[in-house]
């Protein structure tokens, strides 16, 4: 469907500077948030750097059960978009 696509209006988290501890609770509360909205689509921006927040956000996605699928983004390797599971949700 082609509302199910990240556009420039989905939501994104985006986490430049912040710590390796900080980013579990903001990255887990966004995701949980979403969820909630049964929103498909949504974004974290990390950054390119030295890939430490990056290793962190995809270690915090890998073991989320809302989480269906993430991946880098083509476009910006900055980013991860995530697919959230929002299909399964009971929220509604």
């Not at 909205?37 to 890998?62: P, S």
Request: charged content about 30%; aromatic content about 8%.
């Amino acid at each position: 469907m082609a509302s199910d696509i990240l556009t420039s209006k989905s939501p994104r988290l985006d986490v430049h500077g912040e710590t390796y501890d900080s980013v579990s609770l903001y990255v887990t509360q966004f995701i949980d948030d979403n969820y909630k909205l049964r929103n498909k689509y949504i974004a974290i921006v990390h950054g390119k750097g030295e890939g430490i927040l990056k290793k962190r956000v995809h270690e915090l996605l890998k073991i989320n059960k809302k989480v269906e699928d993430y991946y880098l983004n083509n476009w910006n390797i900055g980013e991860t978009i995530i697919v959230l599971n929002v299909d399964k949700c009971s929220n509604k």
